[in-house]
Each structure stands twice: as structure tokens, then as C-alpha cells.
């Protein structure tokens, strides 16, 4: 009697916590939706509110909430207030540097909620893109606010994270991996203990449906060694309009060579490379070179996450168990809003923008190499909570067992949580200023164009967000002199 007081008891705790991670999932689903409807809607004042409120942002940018924070410091940009975005960001990089060092035991509480829950309850863990695009962002900030030595420090940032983000992702894959031998210890433990559940067959039997979910993994082009052309474009672009010495020459030729290889066939990127390699060795003089207008166009809306359910195999002795199924994220494509961005001036077409990156490709490259881990995580979690209902029916019957059933229906659920408010894609066009002094933006599909005053500076940068097909367009633009 006192084992089923027990039994009840327990499986009372761990059903509460399934509510609890239930509601929590569906809350933040809401909220993600209400905020995702806003940036497709272009209303990005509102989503910045809608981000700062959710996230309970201060004034000073503090908060102990990472994802609102990214998806706020990006919509305070995109709105034009650029001061509080970048002190957003500010914040938002110091908890992504805790998140580095945290201590062993939340790390250990955090463990046991994704095996028992899922990881909804935990706090957002930041991908190596999220801290790489916090750096771009903030240096995009400062130039447009003319601050170009916080501009330098926040790119020479960026550089270094993409330096150390195969190093990064190589530490985090190797905790996780730590972590999960834990859980098949202990799963091999309970095994042993009951002689019911078989693990490392029920695992290799579940990859391989899983495979067959994920066809799309074998088709997605990564990037080499976590490198995002944006981040390495502006980098180089920077180094080379901001120049000091001839050292910040040979930053931005090394940038431009690298994302001159990744697209070789860009005509920006690759006039870019030229005129730096004619400024380094000293052939060309910057005073010299004819004013030009960079256009940096963001466009459409980053992969979405979506919830994938998949039926596992698991291979008990006997039919102890009434569900088994297993919930991955899964990304999904959004759309571009616009093909291009035509360049116009006086009538007449000075060019339109060109691919520079995907970021869904950024993107794609960390799922597709940290999705072994996910699956491995899950499945683990899945066992768990399987050994929780063979136990339920053992010492409670079928009552145990439909309540053990409803328990892991509610807490299996996929982290569905990500930066969304990223573009899809990043274009470029690079044009010779013209005379007039100002330039025309058009686009297939776009009602009005933009027509917009160029400063009176030797080179100019545009900056431009779109999210989806209609929508108009935002933009912010500054002057670099020779």
C-alpha cells in the first residue's frame, strides 16, 4: 500500500510538471506568433513593444530573458532606435557570456528537465549565429549613428566569434555529448535493474525512422566552418570605407577574399575585392576612387521552427507501454519579400542587388551538425518517460498507465524557440553615386519605390529590411569620406 501511495504520489509530481511544461510551450507559441505577425507586417515599432514587454526589457536594456531580447534588439534596429537596440544587445551578450559559465548545478537541474519535461522549462541556449549576428547588429547600430569607433570594436567582435565558432561548437558538442552518456548510463542502469527496457535498441531503431522524417538534411548546402558572408562582408567593407592604416586594409582584404570564394559570382563582392587589393599595395589612393553607394538589402524572413511528432519503436519485454512518440524541431522556409532591389537615378537603372548570403544556409549548418545530439536527447527523454509508465502500470495497473500516457503526451514537445526575427537572405548592389544626389529603389511587386537623399560624402551605405512579398520597406543610411 505504501509502494502505490508512493507510485501515486510521484507520478501526481512529474503529470503537474507535465501541465505545467504543456502551458508554458503553448504560451510561448502565442507570443512568438503575436510578435512574428508584426515583423510580417512591417509594424516593427509594435514589435519591439510587443518584445519588450514580453521579455520585461528595462529601459537600460537589461532583462533575464535572452530570446525576447534578440528578437527586441533586432526590431528596435529595424524601427530606427538604434541607442536602446544596442543596449539591448549589450545585455543580451552578457547573458549569452553567463550562459558560458553558468555553474554545475543548474547545468544538472537543467539536465534532468529535458530528460523528465523537456526543454521548453530551460532557458533559451543561444546558437553560435545568435552571438556572431549580436556583434553584426550592434556595429550595423553604431555606424548609422556615426559612432565609428564602437562600430570598429563591435566588427572586430564579430570577426572573433566567427573565428572561434568552430571551437564554440565544438565545446558545446562535446558537454552535450557528456551529458547523454550520463543518460544512457543511467538507462542502462534501470535496465539492468528491471530487465524491461533495451536501450541502445530502441535507440537505433528510432534513427533510423527519424532518417526517413528528415530527408531534406542530405540536401542542404553548409557553409564551411560556421562562417556567415554577411557578418564577413561588412567586416570587410568596414575595414575597408573606415580605414586608419594599412593594416585595416589587410582585415578587409582577408574578409573579402573569403566571402569573395563563397560568391564568386556577386558583382559587388567582387569589385569590393579589387579595389582592396589595389588600396592595399598601395596602386590606388582611397581619395581618389569614384563615390559609390553600397546597398545592403534584408530580405524575408529566417526558417521557421516547427514541431515534428514521430512514433518510436521501443523494445520492451512486454506491452507495458501505451504511447511512445518523439517530438524534434524541424525547420521550415519563409518567404523572400522581393526578388531584388532595382537601383535607379534619373530614369535610368543603375544596377539591382545580388545574393551575398543565405542565412538560411547559416542556419541550416548549425541544425544539420547539432541535430545528432538532438536526436540522441530526445529519444533519451523519450525511454525515460517510457520506464515512467511501464513502472505506473507495474504498481498502479491500467489507471497508472493511461495517467503515465498523459504525462509524456504533454510533455513531448519540441524546443521550437529561435531568433526569427533574422532575414532570410542578405543581398548587395554596389553602384558609382550619381549626380543627383539621390537614388531610387524599386522592386517587382513593390507599389512605391524608395526614393532617398544620399549624404555629401565620397561613399554612402544603404541599409534596407523588408520581411514579406508587399510590405514596405525600412531603411537607414550614412556617409563615409575618404
Given at each position: 500500500?505504501?509502494?502505490?501511495?508512493?507510485?501515486?504520489?510521484?507520478?501526481?509530481?512529474?503529470?503537474?510538471?507535465?501541465?505545467?511544461?504543456?502551458?508554458?510551450?503553448?504560451?510561448?507559441?502565442?507570443?512568438?506568433?503575436?510578435?512574428?505577425?508584426?515583423?510580417?507586417?512591417?509594424?516593427?515599432?509594435?514589435?519591439?513593444?510587443?518584445?519588450?514587454?514580453?521579455?520585461?526589457?528595462?529601459?537600460?536594456?537589461?532583462?533575464?530573458?535572452?530570446?525576447?531580447?534578440?528578437?527586441?534588439?533586432?526590431?528596435?534596429?529595424?524601427?530606427?532606435?538604434?541607442?536602446?537596440?544596442?543596449?539591448?544587445?549589450?545585455?543580451?551578450?552578457?547573458m549569452m557570456k553567463q550562459e558560458d559559465t553558468e555553474n554545475?548545478?543548474?547545468?544538472?537541474?537543467?539536465?534532468v528537465t529535458a530528460a523528465l519535461v523537456n526543454n521548453n522549462l530551460n532557458r533559451y541556449?543561444?546558437?553560435?549565429?545568435?552571438?556572431?549576428?549580436?556583434?553584426?547588429?550592434?556595429?550595423?547600430?553604431?555606424?548609422?549613428?556615426?559612432?565609428?569607433?564602437?562600430?570598429?570594436?563591435?566588427?572586430?567582435?564579430?570577426a572573433d566569434r566567427q573565428r572561434r565558432a568552430e571551437e564554440t561548437f565544438k565545446a558545446r558538442i562535446e558537454a552535450q555529448k557528456e551529458k547523454l552518456a550520463e543518460t544512457r548510463s543511467q538507462a542502462e542502469a534501470e535496465k539492468a535493474q528491471t530487465s524491461q527496457l533495451q536501450f541502445n535498441k530502441s535507440e537505433q531503431a528510432s534513427r533510423e525512422v527519424i532518417e526517413e522524417a528528415y530527408p531534406e538534411l542530405d540536401q542542404w548546402r553548409a557553409y564551411p566552418d560556421f562562417v556567415n558572408p554577411y557578418t564577413d562582408y561588412l567586416h570587410g567593407l568596414y575595414f575597408m570605407l573606415a580605414s586608419v592604416d594599412s593594416s585595416d586594409y589587410g582585415k578587409a582584404r582577408e574578409s573579402l577574399r573569403r566571402v569573395k570564394g563563397m560568391v564568386p559570382s556577386n558583382k559587388a563582392v567582387a569589385t569590393d575585392h579589387m579595389v582592396i587589393n589595389k588600396l592595399r599595395t598601395g596602386s590606388w589612393r582611397k581619395h581618389k576612387l569614384n563615390p559609390a553607394v553600397w546597398v545592403i538589402f534584408e530580405n524575408g524572413e529566417a526558417p521557421a521552427v516547427e514541431e515534428t511528432l514521430i512514433p518510436l519503436p521501443l523494445f520492451l519485454l512486454n506491452d507495458q507501454v501505451e504511447y511512445s512518440q518523439i517530438a524534434?524541431?524541424?525547420?521550415?522556409?519563409?518567404?523572400?519579400?522581393?526578388?531584388?532591389?532595382?537601383?535607379?537615378?534619373?530614369?535610368?537603372?543603375?544596377?539591382?542587388?545580388?545574393?551575398?548570403?543565405?542565412?538560411?544556409r547559416v542556419i541550416q549548418t548549425e541544425f544539420k551538425k547539432e541535430?545528432?545530439?538532438?536526436?540522441?536527447?530526445?529519444?533519451?527523454?523519450?525511454?525515460?518517460?517510457?520506464?515512467?509508465?511501464?513502472?505506473?502500470?507495474?504498481?498502479?495497473?491500467?489507471?497508472?498507465?493511461?495517467?503515465?500516457?498523459?504525462?509524456?503526451?504533454?510533455?513531448?514537445?519540441?524546443?521550437?524557440?529561435?531568433?526569427?526575427?533574422?532575414?532570410?537572405?542578405?543581398?548587395?548592389?554596389?553602384?558609382?553615386?550619381?549626380?543627383?544626389?539621390s537614388i531610387e529603389l524599386k522592386a517587382p511587386g513593390l507599389d512605391t519605390p524608395l526614393k532617398i537623399a544620399l549624404p555629401d560624402t565620397r561613399f554612402t551605405v544603404i541599409h534596407v529590411r523588408a520581411t514579406t512579398p508587399g510590405s514596405t520597406p525600412v531603411y537607414q543610411v550614412t556617409g563615409f569620406d575618404a
Amino acid at each position: 500500500m505504501r509502494n502505490l501511495r508512493t507510485g501515486v504520489q510521484t507520478l501526481s509530481l512529474v503529470f503537474g510538471l507535465g501541465l505545467l511544461a504543456g502551458c508554458q510551450t503553448l504560451s510561448n507559441q502565442q507570443n512568438l506568433n503575436n510578435f512574428n505577425q508584426h515583423i510580417a507586417q512591417g509594424n516593427y515599432q509594435a514589435a519591439a513593444d510587443f518584445a519588450l514587454k514580453a521579455g520585461d526589457i528595462k529601459p537600460d536594456g537589461s532583462s533575464e530573458d535572452l530570446l525576447w531580447s534578440l528578437q527586441a534588439g533586432s526590431a528596435l534596429s529595424a524601427a530606427g532606435e538604434l541607442d536602446l537596440s544596442t543596449r539591448v544587445f549589450d545585455h543580451a551578450e552578457s547573458m549569452m557570456k553567463q550562459e558560458d559559465t553558468e555553474n554545475l548545478g543548474r547545468k544538472g537541474l537543467e539536465k534532468v528537465t529535458a530528460a523528465l519535461v523537456n526543454n521548453n522549462l530551460n532557458r533559451y541556449s543561444p546558437t553560435v549565429y545568435d552571438g556572431v549576428m549580436v556583434n553584426t547588429y550592434k556595429a550595423l547600430n553604431n555606424i548609422f549613428l556615426q559612432d565609428m569607433q564602437n562600430a570598429r570594436i563591435e566588427f572586430n567582435r564579430a570577426a572573433d566569434r566567427q573565428r572561434r565558432a568552430e571551437e564554440t561548437f565544438k565545446a558545446r558538442i562535446e558537454a552535450q555529448k557528456e551529458k547523454l552518456a550520463e543518460t544512457r548510463s543511467q538507462a542502462e542502469a534501470e535496465k539492468a535493474q528491471t530487465s524491461q527496457l533495451q536501450f541502445n535498441k530502441s535507440e537505433q531503431a528510432s534513427r533510423e525512422v527519424i532518417e526517413e522524417a528528415y530527408p531534406e538534411l542530405d540536401q542542404w548546402r553548409a557553409y564551411p566552418d560556421f562562417v556567415n558572408p554577411y557578418t564577413d562582408y561588412l567586416h570587410g567593407l568596414y575595414f575597408m570605407l573606415a580605414s586608419v592604416d594599412s593594416s585595416d586594409y589587410g582585415k578587409a582584404r582577408e574578409s573579402l577574399r573569403r566571402v569573395k570564394g563563397m560568391v564568386p559570382s556577386n558583382k559587388a563582392v567582387a569589385t569590393d575585392h579589387m579595389v582592396i587589393n589595389k588600396l592595399r599595395t598601395g596602386s590606388w589612393r582611397k581619395h581618389k576612387l569614384n563615390p559609390a553607394v553600397w546597398v545592403i538589402f534584408e530580405n524575408g524572413e529566417a526558417p521557421a521552427v516547427e514541431e515534428t511528432l514521430i512514433p518510436l519503436p521501443l523494445f520492451l519485454l512486454n506491452d507495458q507501454v501505451e504511447y511512445s512518440q518523439i517530438a524534434l524541431p524541424k525547420l521550415k522556409s519563409r518567404n523572400r519579400a522581393y526578388p531584388h532591389l532595382e537601383l535607379r537615378a534619373n530614369g535610368k537603372a543603375l544596377g539591382k542587388t545580388q545574393l551575398l548570403a543565405s542565412m538560411d544556409r547559416v542556419i541550416q549548418t548549425e541544425f544539420k551538425k547539432e541535430f545528432p545530439l538532438k536526436v540522441t536527447e530526445a529519444i533519451a527523454s523519450t525511454l525515460t518517460k517510457a520506464f515512467i509508465q511501464y513502472q505506473a502500470k507495474k504498481e498502479m495497473g491500467l489507471a497508472g498507465s493511461l495517467l503515465a500516457g498523459v504525462y509524456q503526451a504533454a510533455t513531448t514537445r519540441a524546443d521550437m524557440r529561435s531568433w526569427s526575427s533574422l532575414p532570410k537572405e542578405v543581398q548587395v548592389a554596389r553602384v558609382r553615386k550619381p549626380a543627383s544626389g539621390s537614388i531610387e529603389l524599386k522592386a517587382p511587386g513593390l507599389d512605391t519605390p524608395l526614393k532617398i537623399a544620399l549624404p555629401d560624402t565620397r561613399f554612402t551605405v544603404i541599409h534596407v529590411r523588408a520581411t514579406t512579398p508587399g510590405s514596405t520597406p525600412v531603411y537607414q543610411v550614412t556617409g563615409f569620406d575618404a
